[in-house]
């Protein structure tokens, strides 16, 4: 693994069902955050973590919880899915939230609830 | 919150210069990325500034005014894969980053 990975790449999801996306990094950044993309909107930050054992709420958190039991993993899950949560996720990472250290993106997955 | 403002398109010519805006109105500011992202992929790091002035990096360039709340990124030279959305997003105090719709740049051969 080089950089970080997100699975499922795609999913089809039924309303109401419940979905846990995945995130992996291998760069042992301290800080990682997940975003949604929807189309004239930009990137919105949902959740974010500071380091291991810590979560705080972005600019669209409901809906959408979060855990970071280790420095690697950051999965999103959706207890509940509706359609207005159709959109592509992205998770990132840097090595710290400050200084001159960029958020380094991964591949997205593209959700589509119907 | 954050406000931040960028054109939606733009359209250039192969081997020309493109100017693409931003404008931020924002809580806090702890520096100012520029991103590239093309249809389908991850967005990935072009420019970061943090303190007024230019930047420059190859045929890239990123100018920040902080007192304006202004920064611009300057594509010369273009290419067609530089055909790409490009997004502004500033840094808050708290070290969250804010995005903007992002600009799709076209090259035309």
């Known amino acids: 693994i080089a950089g970080i990975t997100q699975a499922p790449t795609s999913q089809i999801l039924a309303a109401g069902r419940r979905m846990t996306l995945r995130c992996t990094q291998d760069?042992?950044?301290?800080?990682m955050y997940w975003y949604r993309q929807d189309l004239g909107l930009g990137l919105r930050l949902i959740h974010y973590?500071?380091?291991?054992?810590?979560?705080g709420k972005g600019e669209v958190p409901d809906g959408y919880s979060v855990s970071r039991a280790n420095t690697d993993d950051f999965p999103l899950t959706l207890a509940s899915a509706v359609p207005s949560q159709t959109s592509v996720y992205f998770c990132?990472?840097?090595?710290?939230?400050?200084?001159?250290?960029?958020?380094?993106f991964g591949p997205g997955t593209r959700l589509l609830v119907l | 919150g954050q406000n931040i403002d960028q054109p939606t398109e733009m359209t250039a010519t192969e081997g020309a210069i493109v100017q693409i805006n931003c404008t931020y109105q924002?809580?806090?500011?702890?520096?100012l990325f520029w991103y590239q992202q093309h249809a389908g992929e991850a967005p990935t790091f072009l420019s970061y500034?943090?303190?007024?002035g230019l930047e420059e990096k190859g045929r890239f360039s990123s100018f920040l005014s902080r007192s304006k709340g202004y920064s611009y990124l300057l594509l010369k030279e273009l290419q067609m894969k530089d055909s790409a959305s490009y997004l502004c997003?500033?840094?808050?105090?708290?070290?969250?980053?804010?995005f903007g719709a992002g600009t799709t740049v076209t090259v035309r051969a």
């Open positions: 500034n943090v303190l007024d």
């Open positions: 973590s500071n380091t291991a054992g810590t979560t």
């Open positions: 990132a990472s840097s090595d710290s939230p400050g200084g001159v250290e960029t958020q380094y």
């Open positions: 760069m042992r950044h301290n800080a």
């Open positions: 924002t809580s806090g500011f702890n520096g």
């Open positions: 997003a500033v840094r808050d105090d708290d070290y969250k980053l804010s």
